[in-house]
Each structure stands twice: as structure tokens, then as C-alpha cells.
């Protein structure tokens, strides 16, 4: 079996890139580096089941190439992050609607047995309802979130029109090894995990009573093979909650991380937290129903939003410190 996966230097494209090979998959990735990291891969490179294309997904031709003889896609290639849709909302929607397209009709005209996506959580909007049900949304809070609802809505016209088959994961604040904790967009544990290392104080947006469901990126890689593999036909065509299901606020995730990292660290027990102001574009509360993926998928997953934190807080210690 030959799996593409787009994005595949990036955070979880290239621990989907690790668990796949591990299983004798033949990978490709697809990568333009624009977000992911060459060292994510590099592991891989000797590996003789690896194939790197390095492209865009902007560029049809790219597509194309890398989805030669792929019996599946698992389509991770975006560019993520609230803040970076509102500070320049065109290159978000070139590379997540219009790659995405590109995407979609290289998959659909090499013949691919299914073409499983990363959706967004985002994708909720200003809907109030918990937990969050895949037929409940709202209206979405920002140019991002109306990318990754676009991307919904043409897997389900491909799914209609062409037969392809789709699945969609809405993710849900996904966490684990190899997420980056640098730069203007990093994601929230990898950015705290490494300023409190420094012993800095990391800033929390608003009084820090927001919450979410954060996921590790073991159940995200189970909910990546159960929907490519499913055999489940009434599974397919549909979007599913990734998620533990549980939802966490932004004090109590910094009072475990504090707890797990001062057992490295006791100075870290001190250092003290800022609160700044809400983001733009935020949800106040995000928690899952991962009942549909339970029932359709037998989803089951493993790593609780603590247990995930500890392996987390574990590699960063190892691998950044």
C-alpha cells in the first residue's frame, strides 16, 4: 500500500510519515517547508519505503506528481493558525481552499481509494452548543475557519459528483511530539513547555478560563488509519470529531504543565503567568462528541489530555531542552 501525505514534514504529517513506514507502508510527503521541518523527516531518508517531493500544493503539477500510484491521501498540507488568516487572509485561502482543490481533482483523476482530510474544529464557529456535534455549526470567526468549512463542502461535491471518497477529522487542538514551539503562530503547550524551560512567563489570552479539548497526536494518528482503512461504507463521505472529549481550561493546562515540567525542574514550580488580552477570533469553549466516530469508526482513544502532556512535556525535555 502507498500512502501520500501531504504536509508530511509538518507536526502531525510527519508523525503520520513515522507510524506508516513503521507499518511497512510505502510514504510519500509532499512538502513546500512553508510551516514543516526538514528534520521532522530526515529520520526517514534511509528508509527505502520514503519518497520526499518537495512542492506545493498551489501548483497542480506538484500534485500530480506526488500522488502517482497512491492508494490513499491523507491530505495534512495548510496553513494553519486564527492569527495568520487575519493578518493575511489570501495566502491562507490560496493554500487551503485552492490547494485543497488541487488536491481533490489530482486524487480524483489518479484513481485513489479514499482521500482523508484534516478538517477544524474552527469549523464551529460562534455555535455555543457542548459538546460539539458534526451536524450542529455555527457561523465561522475568521478567514481560517471559512477555509477549512470550504474544504468540507468541496470534499462532499467530489464525494457527490465523482465518487471519490472523503472523510474529514475536525481536529481538535492537537498536541504532542514534534509540534513547534517557535515562531509568531506556534501553537499554545510547545510555546508555554519551551518559555517555561527558559523560565519565562508565558502569556494567557484573557482570564485563562476559556477551555479546550486538547487532543494528543496518538488519537489523531488512530483516527487517520481508522478512516483510511475503514471498510464501513456508511463511514465514508462524512466529517468526524478528533478529539479525546474532555475539555481542559487554559489554568489548569498551565498548572500541569508546571507540575509535570517541575519534576525536570523544580524552579519551574515559580515561575509566575501573565494574563494578556483575548485573542481576535477565538472561541470561548471547545469540546467534542466523539460519540459518530465511536459508533461508525470504533474511534477509541488512549491518551487522555493529561497522560498526552506527560509523553509531550517527557520528549520536549529530551529533544529541546
Not at 1 to 9: D, E, H, N, R
Not at 101 to 107: E, I, P, R, S, T
Not at 131 to 160: C, Q
Not at 230 to 259: C, P, Q, S
Request: proline letters at 4%.
Amino acid at each position: 500500500m502507498k500512502i501520500l501525505i501531504t504536509g508530511g514534514a509538518g507536526f502531525i504529517g510527519s508523525n503520520l510519515c513515522e507510524y506508516f513506514l513503521n507499518k511497512g507502508y510505502k510514504v510519500t510527503c509532499l512538502d513546500n517547508f512553508a510551516t514543516g521541518h526538514r528534520h521532522n523527516i530526515e529520520p526517514f531518508f534511509s528508509n527505502k519505503n520514503f519518497e520526499l517531493i518537495e512542492g506545493d500544493i498551489r501548483n497542480i503539477e506538484d500534485c500530480n506528481k506526488a500522488i502517482l500510484g497512491a492508494d490513499y491521501v491523507l491530505h495534512q498540507a495548510a496553513l494553519g493558525s486564527v492569527p495568520r488568516s487575519i493578518n493575511d487572509p489570501i495566502t491562507s485561502n490560496e493554500v487551503n481552499v485552492s490547494g485543497f482543490l488541487n488536491m481533490l481533482v489530482a486524487a480524483r483523476d489518479a484513481g485513489v481509494k479514499r482521500f482523508v482530510y484534516a478538517a477544524s474544529s474552527s469549523t464551529y464557529g460562534d455555535s455555543e452548543s457542548l459538546p460539539k456535534v458534526e451536524d450542529r455549526i455555527g457561523k465561522p470567526l475568521s478567514p481560517y475557519a471559512i477555509t477549512k468549512y470550504v474544504n468540507e463542502l468541496y470534499a462532499e461535491i467530489f464525494s457527490k459528483t465523482y465518487g471519490l471518497e472523503t472523510i474529514g477529522l475536525r481536529y481538535f487542538n492537537v498536541f504532542g511530539r514534534k509540534q513547534d514551539p517557535n515562531g509568531a503562530y506556534a501553537a499554545v503547550i510547545p510555546k508555554f513547555v519551551m518559555q517555561f524551560m527558559k523560565h519565562e512567563s508565558p502569556v494567557i489570552n484573557g482570564d485563562g478560563n476559556y477551555s479546550r479539548d486538547f487532543t494528543y497526536i496518538d488519537n489523531v494518528i488512530q483516527m487517520n488509519e481508522l478512516a483510511m482503512l475503514t471498510e464501513n461504507k456508511e463511514a465514508v463521505n462524512t466529517v468526524y470529531n478528533t478529539a479525546f472529549g474532555d475539555r481542559t481550561t487554559l489554568n489548569d493546562l498551565v498548572a500541569n504543565l508546571k507540575t509535570y515540567l517541575a519534576e525536570f525542574d523544580s524552579k519551574i514550580a515559580d515561575v509566575k503567568v501573565v494574563h494578556g488580552p483575548n485573542r481576535v477570533g477565538d472561541i470561548p469553549h471547545s469540546l467534542a462528541s466523539i460519540d459518530k466516530a465511536k459508533t461508525m469508526l470504533n474511534y477509541n482513544p488512549k491518551y487522555s489530555m493529561k497522560a498526552g502532556l506527560k509523553e509531550a512535556v517527557e520528549w520536549y525535555w529530551k529533544n529541546l531542552k
